[in-house]
């Protein structure tokens, strides 16, 4: 059997394939130049699947969108508090290049350019030299994507040329005291950054980076920690798009981030990481047909954030009183704090007489650090109450388990059915 | 045994208790005045328990708490288009009475007082009167509440005696045909709005039915439809906080809102509803104990939106071989897009050459639409391949599959091992 | 002989009459259908003289040119200190219908729409009821133009009508309590002051009034003092012409204001006012044709306020030896600080061995208070070496001349030649 | 006899010497340092008399100063259209070091660093390089002072090192193409041209060139064409003492320009320049007691530009009927269009009926091009009427009077008594 999915990706890109509204960007020959019929769209998945349609093979500068990754490696390296106190994370409700700076000096966020060149300058550990940090970031960024990135020296190059209205705000930043560096080195190492080459393919491991808490699915590195993951895709949520933050909130629902080239990336978290190539841009500077199948992913794939799943079959499968002083509350699906909730109020209101009681997690496929403690306090509470309290986990859903504090359990590794079965006799 | 649920909340509120700082707002007696040692926190989940500390039973006024609602009822009413010709989805980075108009002259959003005035005259249907827009608003707050709720008069007097900044807001409105009506009139219905008395259960049960998809969990009452609910969070985790935005959508993570009276919601889509109440403010108008609060609720229960979960166990459970010339897929756990997807890579991959395939659904406890959609195309295009397929679905996971286009399915209501004993026979 | 004035003003009319580019304002119905091709002129000397070509008879809203008069009847009632406080005086780089409110909530200056709707409130005296106060100001206004001047009402009941901006900026002055009154009275009142009707003769005394240090030209009455037209006529300076007040300050020179209705005034501090009438306006709100006759006044006749005049003749016409022991210095012309500069100087250098000294002041024509108090030092200090100090003054141009300290002189009310004969007898 | 002048600047002077408010500017070690509480005061008369007391010999950086004098080089080398294009007029309302540009990126004006960055590029022909527009510079600022100015070098590296806020508006303006140089290059020069040093005394020189028409006093250099100088006092009228213009407009009302060092001039047209030195600013970054100085200038000397001088005595000294068939007009004063309106104005109204009419100028001391114009015409409408014209005119007040276009004007040499004498012979 052909999987389904390279066909509806090629026919959504098909779709859109007609639109050439917009237009390259025109303020380097190079991009100017570009073929705007280029046409790709990539999802990878969280284990290293990728699923390419159209141009996926051919590279592009990676632009703006290098500023999530940076950021990304800035806290890494830095730390939240150093970060933060020279980069925002407000949306600034601007335009790309605008200065956008606070009452502090800081820039609002680092999506926006002003942002972007402070935040180039906090990869690598305090005190590293320009060409040391551009290294650390090239390595960074090639680990996101699982493959060596390479500068394109003309576009480098080009844009230097014309880079006068960065140099301006990292001369700003300096003024500021938010750059201690040379600014032309800064913006030099941040025009280099903005020239890295990518393809749609790559754009798409590096969202799944994201997606999949700083892990890269291929290469199994560990890119950057959790607590990174987390704030990357917030800043991406609110400020990836420019001044169509909100729009793109509304209509898409995806962590993104658009580059001026033609790029397009989205982080759904768990799930994949998708990119689009489109270099026709709208007026904003999102690529016009990148912005059009991002809509469609998200309408088809119900992938926008802020949809509520339907609600799962109810968690407790079953709460019943077994033969030899036993009750039994068998648990399946996932566990958040809500299904933990249910267990624990079903519990409370239930309060089992009987002198045993067991929890069945075989079913369980899922729990979350909060559902996990709050199944162990349920145990502990029991069992201070008198209870022996028995966890049933064959696949070890809960391993180690802890009541804490004069808690007590016993856990079960068999499969239920045996383990009754033995009990019984 | 007791939950530990109001043990818990009892405990974060008693960890924020002593906090004094920030002041009640003061541009009224009836606020000024308000008590500002009073704490409360109330969960309400989507099956209607509520659980409450503190004041709960308290009333307060609602003031900017009731634009999300009265925006999801403008959009029930009016429609999409309508309500976003009106007013924008952009967050502003500014203060909550900043007049923040676009080159439209459309109020930025609806979360500051120029986009909620003219989201206060789309409630109910064209051509309204303000009496019966009032109630309107009234009745769709009051089906959010599950309760009926009625207006501080006092408050509501003393508000329109300094309402000169709303007053000015509205004329400009009007100055530039956003509002049609009567400035006058609007500012005095909106400000009646905003005197509705609630308290933090009843907030705690609107928030959980935006969580709900719209539904009511107490009274089951569809109040607004799905797409409203997502248009609606979607502006409250840009906007809701005001010039705060991006500082809550990185720290806490979670759709709100906040009102001057100290009120604080906050809406976990699929989960439940959180409010709380404290009167002092800080310098951007968030209850201060308020925020904290959700700070620790959303690092103890891992709510933030941008969390992303620990990889579930695989889908697939087994894939094997059987006698009788079958395939068996068990599946397992929530199918989302990211799980389908390896259900049908398995699937091609593996290209089953027995004449019989079957999918048993019997340990899956959620499946989205998407995932629905996959899975049927597998079974389509394997039974346009000439495989007879089944589908193992006891509980009618996917009731009523069709594959569609030419495909076809077996269903089988059966438990798999007893449909497998009968085969074998 | 015909006067050439007439003849010169007519020719001027003539050379713009062609000129139909821009609009009639088109926010209320009277003034889109007044007659676009209505063009007049009138010149307003300081005695009372008035030259008028084309429409000089035709009424017309006075709209924003009342702002000037009611500024200087606010000062005059109330007070620089009091009207400083709520109105501010910096130009504010903006469009007149812009709030532009500075740090303290004042609108930054009074020639804008914000600003002239506080300086309304504050005509008459602390406490006046508002239809005394516009009592008031009818009073003053009609007391510039020498005629009693009513209002239109049926433009006056169509502005207010779409007075919504203007109630918006009312209410938000009142928010900041710029405003005490109730705002829709201010705003009425305002309307009402703006709706007052004149012509470009009216128009041109007016300006004359303070061209003539607040005296009016026909009627001699003082209608304000003259440090309020100081600051009036500053304020026009740097305000009077909304955005464009760079180019008309380097271009024109002369302090200006311009109306809606198609007015536009200029007043030639000690030379004249004059007046236009022209109803399309440009992008800036002011009168095309009116713009382009003041530019051809201004260049025809030097009035550009930068313009240096050419040096005078020598202040000193003689300083010569007469017989009988007499140093005589005859002066001529009008003397201010540098002239009198001349004559000290002089006087300093040439140190005068006579022991009789005479300033023959008979071709003096002017002589500000600067300069009489040098002159009167000189005389003092020669008298107090010794000297016995004479002033010819047959026309007494400087009245009883006190040198004070200890300082005299002895006046002498002939002419020169008959002085000199009679002392040297 | 002691001149009083110096005497009244030493006790003006020591009026402020204990107000030790402000305080120096401190973003350099070189101003930071400076002698806080050096003070000193020069005037310069137009025919080259200087006044000084205090500190007039210390030479100090002349900074900001130095922007209205290059804007004048820049005006005169390229022309009023090139300029204008690269930078406005308007006042902004801003700090000295804002950015502000306009919509075309134009610099609001030439006061503001921006402006003057820009305008340091256009002084000398198009196309010069770097060091000889800096040349250019040096020359054009010493032909204003009357001797070689030359650059404090430590100064200029010092603040070359911390230039990163003009660096920063540089590449800015670059970016818009207001800028075609290297921006370094222009930053360098403009802090070059910062960095030049100048006495108070040179100062009130530089100042007294521009009162005087642009003809420096001492040296009689034409240093700008008069145009040029029209142009530079107007916008140091509403915008050279930044955010505070409107304040100095109404308060002091003299064209001025403050720098950072803790210079100040003002240029009185037709009379002097000012200077003072006074190293510690103001908030708005002007000189403290340079500030107050200027407004005892202005209020003893009554030097504010919208003082409105008292009505001089009639132009018309005598109009009578003089045996031999004769009409004689005696005209005495200054002549402006006000004057010259009057005799215009009598001549016409009592249509003389004599066939001899003779205007006597020999009182009248100063005439300006209107008024001589005004006269002209009256004389050609009189002799085509049928009169035979004479002008008595013995110190040539209208050099070769023509009145054009068929007129005929007879000029008498002699004194009017003589020619009287004559005439009746």
Chains 1, 2, 3, 4 share one sequence.
Not at 33 to 58: E, I, K, N, W
Not at 88 to 104: Q, R
Not at 167 to 182: G, K, N, Q, T, V
Request: charged letters at 25%; proline letters at 6%.
């Amino acid at each position: 059997m052909r999987s389904p999915i390279p066909d509806y990706l090629a026919q959504v890109l098909g779709s859109v394939e007609s639109d050439d509204s917009g237009a390259t960007a025109d303020y380097i020959p190079e991009l100017a130049s570009a073929d705007p019929d280029r046409l790709a769209a990539a999802f990878a998945t969280l284990d290293g699947q990728t699923y390419s349609v159209g141009d996926c093979g051919v590279e592009f500068t990676i632009q703006s969108i290098s500023k999530p990754f940076v950021y990304a490696l800035a806290l890494a390296d830095r730390g939240f508090e150093s970060v933060l106190a020279k980069v925002g994370v407000e949306p600034s409700g601007e335009a790309f290049n605008e200065v956008s700076l606070d009452d502090l000096g800081r820039p609002r966020n680092p999506m926006i350019n002003a942002g972007a060149i402070a935040t180039h300058s906090l990869a690598g550990p305090v005190g590293i030299d320009p060409q040391a940090g551009f290294e650390r970031i090239v390595d960074g960024l090639s680990a996101f994507a699982g493959r060596r990135l390479r500068v394109d020296e003309e576009v480098f190059e080009s844009e230097m040329a014309t880079a006068h209205r960065n140099m301006s705000i990292a001369y700003l930043l300096r003024a500021y005291d938010i750059l201690d560096e040379d600014p032309a080195a800064v913006v030099e190492g941040y025009t280099r950054q903005c020239s890295l080459l990518v393809t749609a393919s790559d754009l798409a491991l590096m969202a799944a980076t994201l997606a999949n808490r700083g892990f890269q699915p291929v290469t199994g590195e560990r890119v950057v920690p959790e607590p990174v993951v987390r704030q990357v895709l917030s800043v991406m949520t609110t400020c990836g798009m420019y001044d169509a933050a909100g729009d793109w909130v509304t209509q898409v629902g995806i962590p993104a981030k658009s580059g001026v080239a033609g790029g397009l990336i989205g982080a759904l978290p768990g799930q994949m990481g998708v990119a689009t190539f489109s270099p026709r841009l709208d007026k904003h500077g999102n690529s016009v047909r990148g912005v059009r199948l991002f809509e469609r992913f998200s309408e088809d794939m119900g992938m926008h954030m802020m949809d509520v799943p339907a609600p799962a079959e109810t968690v407790l499968r079953k709460n019943r009183h077994v033969g030899a002083d036993l009750r039994l509350y068998v648990l399946q699906g996932g566990l958040r704090f809500a299904e933990a909730e249910r267990v624990v109020r079903e519990v409370a209101q239930s309060s089992p007489s009987e002198h045993r009681v067991a929890f069945d997690l075989s079913h369980v496929h899922a729990i979350d650090a909060v559902a996990r403690r709050m199944i162990l306090e349920v145990i502990r509470r029991l069992s201070l109450e008198g209870h022996d309290v028995y966890l049933v986990d064959p696949e070890e859903v809960i391993p180690d388990p802890d009541p804490g504090d004069g808690g007590r359990v016993t856990v079960v590794g068999q499969r239920l059915t045996d383990w009754l079965e033995r009990l019984r006799r």
